[in-house]
């Protein structure tokens, strides 16, 4: 990271349905940005419920039923809503597929590939395995595959969990969330100044991303400089 970057942190779960909206927003707008090469992403650990055995044995629908205390058909219409905003960002959410799953270790893995700069390429993988594919985030198999698949080595991969090597990683990133005073996720934060709760429009990333810039490079007046020679709203020199 050059000192003068836009630094953006990203607190997500990769059991959040609002955070790949939100992944995808913000990336539509950071797309549009004039000095997108000179932003640096660091993506943060965050567990809905950490307390999650494993694996669930259940559906998506009975889980958020019984954690939440609503009826079925309730969750069920939510899940509605929510996969026609993941489609606006062209994600195809399949509930009725999930596999439910703890994520601590998916958590775990993405700080691996995050030492070899690959975390967004397995947070992406992640994401879409588990909203779109009905991958198990929770399986050893699929996180070395999808490990393999973005370049890591398989047997670093199974050495890093085995050895817990990047769990007080996500520990810390969660602790920090708390002390930010995050309460839900998707939440980014931009240069330690500017705080983003949400799956929020492109334009409001698009607005945080040149406010932020704007601060960190302000505009310097050469010096000897006068307003000879210009115009203004009374007027022009003379």
């Known amino acids: 990271m050059v000192e003068d970057d836009v630094k953006i942190e990203i607190w997500s779960d990769v059991a959040c349905p609002w955070c790949y909206i939100g992944k995808r927003r913000f ?105 779109e594919h009905g991958e198990d985030i929770g399986s050893r198999e699929y996180l070395v595959r999808t490990g393999v698949a973005a370049g890591l080595n398989a047997e670093e991969i199974n050495h890093a969990l085995d050895s817990e090597q990047f769990a007080d990683d996500v520990r810390a990133d969660i602790a920090e969330a708390q002390a930010l005073g995050v309460t839900g996720v998707p939440f980014f934060v931009i240069d330690r100044k500017y705080g983003i709760s949400g799956a929020q429009p492109k334009e409001l990333f698009a607005q945080a991303l040149a406010e932020a810039w704007t601060e960190a490079h302000p505009l310097t007046m050469v010096a000897g400089a006068t307003d000879d020679a210009a115009c203004g709203p009374d007027g022009c020199a003379i």
């Open 27 to 131: 990336e539509s707008a950071l797309a549009d940005f004039a000095h997108k090469d000179d932003v640096d992403i660091a993506w943060r650990s965050y567990q809905l419920d950490p307390s999650l055995p494993e694996h669930f044995d259940g559906t998506e629908i009975e889980y958020l039923a019984d954690r939440k205390g609503m009826p079925a058909d309730s969750v069920a219409n939510m899940f509605a809503q929510v996969t026609e905003q993941a489609a606006g960002e062209g994600l195809a959410y399949d509930f009725g597929s999930i596999v439910v799953a703890n994520s601590f270790s998916a958590h775990q893995l993405i700080h691996l590939a995050s030492s070899w700069g690959k975390g967004d390429d397995v947070k992406e993988a992640l994401l879409s395995g588990h909203f």
